[in-house]
C-alpha cells in the first residue's frame, strides 16, 4: 500500500500547491510528505517535482503523472467500496463540471433531491462554463450547452436548449425593432462571452451567421438578463433563463422568424466511469428531470 499512499500524497501535493499543504489535508506532518514524494520519485526513476525555499512545480514527468493519476486513485476506490458493498444502496463519490447559471436555477435543487435519494453519495460540483474534457480534467461528469466531442468520453443529451432573442420593450419602443438578423448591427447587443460574438439564425436558405458588437460581454448569464431588463440591448438568453420575465411582459422576443440555432445540454462521462452504478443512476436522474425542466412554461 506505499506505493498507493505516495500516490494519493503526491495527487495532493500536486493539487495545493506544496507539501505543507498537502500535510494539513492528509494529517500528517511535511516531512512524512517529503519522504513518501522520495519515495514515489525513487520508483519512478525521475524527478515530479522542481522544488524551491517556498514553492514546488510539477516538472513534465509530473505534468504526465497527474493527469493519470487521479483516475487511477478513483478506480482504486471503486474497487474497494466493491467489496462487500449492499447492492441495493448507491454509495461513492462523484465529481461533476455543471454550467453556472443553469446548477444555480435549477441544477443545485437537482443535486441535493439525487444525495437525499442515496445517503451514501457524495458529491463534488465545480461551475464552468466553459467546455472542458472530464478525463482529462479528472472529473465523472461534464454538463454543458456548448457542442464538444472527446475521445473516450461518452455524450449523453439531456435537453433542449432553445435560445431565445430578446429586448425590453423599452428599449424597442426607443430604438425599435429588427427586422432582420443583419439589422443587429445597428443595435446595442448584449453578448455572452462563452458563446462568442456570432449570432446563427435559421433562415429558408440556411443558417444566417450575424457577427455582432456588443455593448455588453459578460460571462454570467443572470446579469445578462438584468441588463436586458433594464433596456441596454438586445441578447440571446437560454428559454429557461429569459422564460419568467417573458411571461411576465418584461422582455419580448424578437425575429420570431429568424430563430436562432438549437442546441443540447449534454452529459459528457469517461467512458470507463459511465458504467458505474452511481453514475448511471444520476445520468438517469438528470435526464428525467432536464425533459421536464425543458418542456416546463413556468
Given at each position: ?20 499543504q ?27 517535482f ?5 514553492s514546488v ?28 458493498r449492499?447492492?441495493?444502496k ?9 454550467p ?12 441535493n ?30 454538463i ?10 461518452v ?21 425599435g425593432?429588427?427586422?432582420?438578423p ?5 443595435h446595442?447587443?448584449l453578448?455572452f ?12 436558405r ?7 458588437h ?11 438578463l438584468g ?17 419568467k ?12 422568424a ?13 467512458k470507463?466511469?459511465?458504467?458505474l ?22
Amino acid at each position: 500500500m506505499s506505493t498507493l499512499s505516495n500516490l494519493k500524497t503526491f495527487v495532493a501535493v500536486a493539487n495545493y500547491g506544496g507539501f505543507s499543504q498537502a500535510a494539513r489535508k492528509l494529517h500528517v506532518v511535511p516531512s512524512v510528505v517529503a519522504k513518501r514524494i522520495t519515495q514515489l520519485e525513487h520508483a519512478m526513476g525521475t524527478r515530479l517535482f522542481e522544488r524551491s525555499t517556498r514553492s514546488v512545480a510539477l516538472t513534465e514527468a509530473g505534468l504526465q503523472l497527474k493527469a493519470r493519476a487521479s483516475a487511477v486513485l478513483a478506480d482504486f476506490d471503486d474497487l474497494v467500496h466493491s467489496v462487500q458493498r449492499d447492492d441495493r444502496k448507491l454509495e461513492g463519490h462523484i465529481r461533476v463540471m455543471a454550467p453556472t447559471t443553469l446548477t444555480m436555477l435549477h441544477l443545485g435543487a437537482v443535486f441535493n433531491a439525487f444525495m437525499a435519494q442515496h445517503e451514501r453519495i457524495t458529491l463534488e460540483i465545480v461551475l464552468v462554463d466553459v467546455s472542458s474534457n472530464p478525463e482529462e480534467q479528472g472529473f465523472d461528469m461534464a454538463i454543458s450547452g456548448r457542442s464538444a466531442s472527446y475521445a473516450d468520453v461518452v455524450d449523453v443529451p439531456l435537453c433542449s436548449a432553445q435560445p431565445v432573442l430578446v429586448a425590453a420593450p423599452n428599449y424597442v419602443a426607443q430604438h425599435g425593432e429588427p427586422a432582420h438578423p443583419r439589422e443587429l448591427i445597428e443595435h446595442s447587443c448584449l453578448a455572452f462571452a462563452p458563446s462568442g460574438r456570432t449570432w446563427q439564425f435559421q433562415s429558408s436558405r440556411g443558417v444566417l451567421s450575424v457577427d455582432i458588437h456588443p455593448r455588453l460581454t459578460v460571462d454570467d448569464n443572470l446579469t445578462l438578463l438584468g441588463a436586458t431588463q433594464m433596456g441596454m440591448g438586445i441578447a440571446v438568453l437560454p428559454s429557461y433563463v429569459a422564460r419568467k420575465a417573458l411571461n411576465g411582459g418584461e422582455l419580448q422576443q424578437l425575429l420570431t422568424a429568424y430563430p436562432l440555432q438549437d442546441n443540447w445540454f449534454r452529459a459528457f462521462v469517461p467512458k470507463r466511469r459511465y458504467r458505474l452504478a452511481r453514475i448511471e443512476a444520476l445520468v438517469k436522474w438528470l435526464s428525467a428531470d432536464m425533459e421536464l425542466f425543458a418542456n416546463s412554461k413556468a
